[in-house]
């Protein structure tokens, strides 16, 4: 039977093989990793000795001993399960201890949606840097998820009335084309007129002309949020800013769905309690 950093290893390259964002492929591996810390320390040395009260003790270990919260011990028993079906699908294992392992039970807070002086701020710190200010606005108008920024082509956009945003698929994202307003299609090309003569063509790239990264993009606009005061967003909230103002416009649910990549309209829906929203059913986007 194969040791576990081995199969660590393997799990890594598989997630990496499935199209898992790089931010994603490294929280999984640490998580695993901890796992693996845990039940060395309770004596538990491979594969067919772990048991689901193993598995069971290590997530009471993170949320009383190390004090994690529920939504993080949340994300970390997903890891493992994540782990666990793949050593399955790999025949390491015969049986799944995972399958019972339940996630904590927690209450989500609120959307952090920025008021338009909060993105009136943002906008302002921003604007002499042509390429921090295309992120921010890519991000605000068009609603993408940060690794879909980041994987950005420069064939991915078109240009003029008809401008679209094309997102390419992965494991976990739809491929899907998505309105690109006059405000984003500005402020890309203003960026682009500086933008380095990379020899690839992402859209958004460092001064040594590599892919500006998931990890690179937080923090660029880390420095930026706080520059303009917003020292409690993130980089997901330009998401959530986007999508409740959408809804506060009155877009059709099912269309925002789909433009934002969500598998399911419900998960588009709950953001509901959070807008005042009209009753016109646009299909046009608004601009922020």
């Known amino acids: 039977m194969k040791d576990l950093k081995t199969t660590l290893n393997e799990f890594v390259d598989y997630l990496r093989k499935e199209g898992r964002a790089e931010a994603t492929v490294i929280a999984y591996r640490k998580d695993i990793d901890q796992m693996f810390d845990y039940l060395q320390d309770a004596g538990i040395p491979s594969l067919d000795k772990i048991s689901l009260e193993s598995l069971k003790g290590f997530m009471k270990y993170l949320d009383g001993d190390l004090g994690f919260s529920k939504k993080t011990v949340s994300r970390k028993t997903n890891s493992v399960k994540t782990y666990f079906r793949f050593l399955i699908s790999q025949g390491y294992i015969k049986d799944n201890v995972s399958t019972g392992l339940e996630h904590p039970k927690f209450e989500n807070k609120p959307p952090r949606v920025l008021a338009q002086l909060e993105y009136r ?31 950005l ?19 976990t994202i739809p491929e899907r084309t998505i309105p690109f ?17 990379a020899k690839n063509d992402y859209l958004f790239v460092t001064r040594s002309n590599k892919q500006l990264l998931v990890r690179n993009i937080r ?19 330009l998401r959530h800013t986007f999508l409740t103002t959408q809804l506060a416009h009155g877009l059709d649910i099912s269309y925002l769905a789909e433009i934002l990549g969500h598998r399911r309209v419900t998960t588009t829906e709950k953001y509901l309690q959070y807008v005042q929203r009209r009753d016109d059913k646009r299909r046009d986007l608004a601009t922020l």
């Open 121 to 151: 701020a943002l906008r302002d710190v921003v604007k002499d840097n042509l390429r921090t200010a295309a992120l921010v606005e890519v991000l605000l108008q068009a609603g993408l998820r940060i690794s879909e920024l980041a994987a």
């Open 181 to 197: 307003n006059e405000a984003a299609q500005k402020s890309v090309k203003q960026y682009l007129g500086t933008r380095p003569k």
């Open 219 to 237: 923090a660029v606009l880390k420095r930026s949020f706080q520059k303009a005061g917003l020292n409690d967003v993130t980089v997901n909230d």
């Open 153 to 171: 082509r420069i064939e991915d956009l078109t240009f003029g009335k008809e401008g679209r945003v094309f997102v390419r698929r992965n494991s």
